[in-house]
């Protein structure tokens, strides 16, 4: 048993050390401060990048989510037929409930980045255009 409990923690700890060593840090540690500097970021992209840096693991993630959400639909919203707008605000709700019957903030958290890597994804795809 404690031998498959170790090899458990140890194939997490690889697969997390590589993403959090990918991750720079965060600039800032005052909350206030980590707003602007989401709501500043040139990008879609970077603001994301910057959540990523600044979370919390925490409900405090869903304050920051919703700047980088809001940021990164001022790229795409205006671009949607409603049919899109229908299935992009679907799939936002369906982030919202996923975790609905787990406790503890950090899933919070996960919701918030769902969301924000969801508009992300909008952000990135229409930004090309339509396809031709």
Not at 52 to 73: H, P, T, W
């Amino acid at each position: 048993m404690f031998r498959k409990l170790l090899c458990a923690v140890s194939t997490v700890a690889m697969t997390i050390a590589p993403a959090a060593a990918a991750t720079p840090d965060c600039p800032e540690r005052d909350r206030d401060n980590i707003l602007e500097l989401l709501d500043q970021a040139p990008t879609c992209e970077k603001s994301l990048e910057l959540f990523e840096a600044c979370s919390y693991g925490a409900s405090g993630d869903v304050a920051l989510g919703e700047v980088v959400i809001r940021k990164c639909e001022g790229n795409f919203l205006t671009k949607l037929s409603k049919s899109q707008r229908e299935s992009y605000d679907r799939q936002q709700r369906q982030c919202a409930l996923k975790y609905r019957n787990e406790s503890g903030t950090m899933y919070r958290s996960f919701e918030a980045f769902c969301s924000a890597n969801l508009a992300k994804d909008y952000a990135r795809r229409f930004a090309k255009g339509p396809k031709s």
